[in-house]
């Protein structure tokens, strides 16, 4: 093993069943690099960082550190080997505090079997958070905090083990640009301690900003390794595709005279937003950009009955509205694809077909009986036409990747025949191939007449498809751009106009 | 590609399918039948039979509250006030059966609604709630009783626990009628569908557009409906209404839906698997009979059973 070699893969290999998660997968992690490890979903990714945390073990091949093989590992070893794995879902305990679960692994003091003094204990968790350089009640309950400041309480976590492999997977998903800044900050300066960092992400913007180097793995196999600074993202994307893909292509138009579908006036909700007015046309992509904990997601749920609002008024097609549950937004028309599917999307007890046709039951069926037949029918339509790689519409639910999911919760609501779409994050953990799909489908619906409103972080992703932005800071809207003048920075002047970090 | 579609979902249906739970009961069976000269008669099969009657019929309703993510504790009290009403109408009031049987299911569609009130409004866990209305219901059984147990006078009550069609007892169909309209309902009614939603998961199924609160409420009712209807039935069993019919029945019909293959997180679950699920126990409480084992280890034996059922049912969810 090479001197500046910390970690090595070699061959490894992982079947599930029939299917090949990994094929004999071999690269190397240096020392103190941050190294990027990107894939489409399904590609792999997530089967080799559980091996890593020790979670599943390889078929064939090993892992290889100072010196020794590894072919069985689990959870603890890993850690005491110095590999500390951060994953998307994260894996905090609501009930106790930051502190308590900072040092989760670390409570005994001199006394065992007894917790260190809470003073000591608030010290050590407080040196992990300052280096972090983010303000967090050390006091409060974990799952009272944001799901930005989960993450990184996470990541605080991770750091109190000291570890010499520090593997992130999707770690900026929740945070906003300055706490992505700071975790890169974080992440440069971990580097300089001679800590590895595996950075799993979607974000290819990220990745070429962050890493050192990029690994690209598809289909379960090992495609290559570049060095960041000498490729560009579009290269990136084709080895992870295999085919170019058009992501990012700006819009340019002004807005339009079609029929305004949505109208909402001085819309309110203490404390999440106050005052929202604004309208929605068919056939146009408006978007709602802001930083997260800006109230656009809760501005969703009002609108769509789910937490109706306090005072303003809603109108569809011109007529006032009184949206006080999701029934009455379908009644309307209204359709939301809620962020987080797999807290609210996904019933990972259903099978394709009926987490498809869910929303739509009453319309197939007779006498309050289910017509089977034309269940089946519209569903294998929408998997057609959304490109939902599924062997058959009888698979679980959950053996679908994440980009394959997130169209089958878009297929429930396209089934409900919408006219006002809000989509919230529509993209989030999703692979560059579906993500591109994804936003095809959302343009193609505003084409056939639908208001389709986007909440998005994804700047790029804004930019891309959007007709129009309205951007949000802290519950009140900021301002209004149109795609021809919209850019990045403006956006972000305006989610940010007079806060802090 | 079809072909390998087709025997994809088939492969998702065998495995989806709690065999199980059939084979247990078929090798519980075949056991018995060794062991014992008098299991597989025609007159023991039918007595365990109409022993399952009453947890059999209260476990269609558990069944659909389990997988919709409830749960309800009081059905037992149910059962024993079901019976007490329906008496003490006719005997005391005396009101005609037709009636009495109403009276005694609105009350059970009262409690069903009340439950579901508090559960649905107030946010209360209905383990708890219903663990309160076991004792709330019990407590009215005996109020009503005035402190003894009251005759059926009535014979078409009687026929309804007693009664034969040809060599079948009548309870067994009123069950098996119950059990066949239920899974009908559970498998091909869209509210059906939203109660597997709602136990799979409730946010998602709100944000779907189903109505979780008012499907909530039908199922508390129907699961109460006919746990007073069991009671009824039993009732006509025994020939008069007792003041501890029903006590710790709970449990069992519990037992039956989680061995039939529910879990009690909700969303999966079926009708024709909790009353297998009944009937493995019936079968096991028969054998103890049979078999001359005392009392105590059926009572022992029966917990262990669901125990077993729970931990295979974990084992064969895979690990999570």
């Known amino acids: ?501 | 590609m079809e072909k390998n579609a087709v025997f994809v979902s088939l492969i998702g249906k065998i495995r989806k399918t709690n065999w199980g739970v059939y084979v247990a009961l078929v090798v519980e069976c075949l056991l018995l039948s060794l062991l014992s000269p008098y299991f597989l008669s025609v007159n023991n099969l039918f007595n365990v039979m109409k022993s399952l009657t009453f947890s059999g019929i209260t476990s269609v309703g558990m069944t659909m509250l389990i997988i919709s993510g409830g749960l309800d504790l009081s059905v037992g009290s149910m059962i024993g006030l079901g019976g007490m009403v329906t008496a003490a109408l006719m005997e005391k009031l005396g009101v005609y059966p037709l009636f009495a049987v109403i009276g005694a299911l609105s009350v059970g569609a009262f409690s069903g609604f009340f439950i579901s009130v508090i559960v649905n409004k107030l946010k209360i866990n209905s383990f708890i709630v219903t663990l309160g209305m076991l004792s709330v219901l019990r407590g009215f059984t005996y109020l009503i009783s005035e402190g003894s147990n009251i005759f059926i006078n009535s014979d078409a009550i009687i026929f309804l626990g007693q009664g034969y069609v040809g060599k079948v007892p009548f309870s067994v169909i009123l069950m098996l009628i119950i059990v066949i309209i239920g899974a009908l309902f559970l498998r091909f009614s869209v509210l059906g569908r939203q109660i597997y939603a709602i136990g799979g998961n409730e946010r998602a199924a709100r944000l779907a557009g189903i109505q979780v609160d008012e499907v909530r409420m039908i199922v508390f009712i129907v699961t109460s409906v006919l746990a007073s209807f069991a009671g009824i039935v039993a009732a006509g069993t025994l020939g008069s209404a007792e003041m501890t019919a029903g006590t710790g029945l709970e449990l069992d019909v519990i037992a039956a839906v989680i061995i039939g293959g529910a879990s009690l997180k909700g969303g999966k679950g079926s009708v024709v698997g909790s009353l297998v699920g009944a009937a493995i126990m019936g079968v096991l409480r028969n054998g103890f009979i049979l078999l001359g084992l005392q009392y105590e280890a059926q009572v022992i034996s029966i917990g262990l059973v669901i125990i077993l059922a729970v931990v295979f049912d974990s084992l064969r969810s895979g690990k999570r």
């Open chain 1, 1 to 501: 093993m090479g001197e500046n070699v910390v970690l090595k893969f070699s061959e490894i290999t992982k079947h599930f069943g029939g299917v090949t998660a990994l094929n004999s997968v071999s690269f190397e992690i240096l020392k103190g690099e941050c190294h990027a490890v990107v894939g489409e979903n399904g590609a792999g990714k997530t089967t080799l960082l559980n091996i890593l945390g020790g979670d599943i073990n390889p078929d064939t091949g090993f892992l290889e550190l100072g010196g020794e093989h590894f072919d069985q590992l689990d959870p603890r070893k890993s850690i005491s080997l110095g590999i500390n794995v951060i994953h998307q879902e994260l894996a905090l305990i609501g009930p106790l505090s930051v502190t308590e679960n900072i040092l989760i692994e670390n409570l005994e003091g001199k006394y065992p079997g007894f917790v260190k003094k809470q003073g000591k204990l608030k010290q050590a968790a407080k040196r992990i958070v300052d280096m972090l350089g983010c303000e967090i009640d050390l006091e409060e309950l974990v799952e009272n905090l944001s799901t930005s400041k989960k993450q990184i309480v996470e990541i605080a976590k991770a750091l109190s083990t000291n570890p010499k492999i520090l593997v992130m997977d999707e770690p900026t998903s929740s945070l906003t640009q300055n706490e992505t800044e700071n975790l890169f900050n974080i992440i440069n300066s971990l580097k300089k301690r001679g800590i590895s960092i595996i950075f799993v992400s979607h974000r290819l913007n990220e990745v070429k900003k962050i890493s050192d180097r990029v690994t690209v793995i598809r289909d379960g196999n090992y495609i290559g390794t570049v060095k960041t600074e000498e490729t560009t993202i579009d290269a990136i994307i084709r080895m992870m595709v295999g085919r170019k893909v058009e992501l990012y292509q700006k819009r340019n138009s002004q807005e339009g005279e079609n029929p305004v579908v949505l109208e909402v006036q001085n819309l309110t909700r203490e404390p999440y937003f106050r005052d929202i007015s604004f309208h929605a046309r068919g056939g146009e992509v408006l978007s709602f950009s802001g930083l997260v904990g800006s109230g656009r997601t809760e501005l969703a749920e009002s609108i769509f009955g789910f937490l109706p609002a306090v005072s303003g008024e809603i109108h569809v097609f011109g007529k006032s509205c009184h949206i006080d549950s999701p029934q009455a937004a379908m009644a309307l028309g209204i359709g939301l694809l809620p962020e987080d599917r797999k807290i609210n999307g996904v019933i990972d007890t259903m099978v394709v077909r009926e987490n498809t046709s869910i929303a739509v039951l009453p319309k197939l069926s007779k006498f309050g009986f289910v017509n089977k037949r034309e269940e089946n029918k519209l569903v294998k339509r929408f998997v057609n036409v959304l490109n939902i790689k599924t062997q058959t519409v009888e698979e679980s639910v959950t053996n679908l990747s994440g980009g394959n999911q997130q169209k089958v919760i878009l297929a429930r609501w396209l089934a409900t025949q919408v006219k006002v779409l809000i989509v919230d994050e529509p993209t989030q953990g999703v692979d560059v191939g579906a993500k591109a799909e994804i936003h095809k489908l959302l343009r193609e619906l505003a084409d056939q007449g639908v208001a389709v409103i986007v909440i998005s972080s994804d700047l790029p992703e804004v930019l891309s498809i959007s007709d129009r932005v309205l951007v949000m800071q802290v519950g009140k809207l900021t301002g209004e751009l149109q795609s021809s003048e919209v850019s990045e920075e403006k956006i972000m002047t305006l989610a940010t106009v007079g806060l802090n970090c």
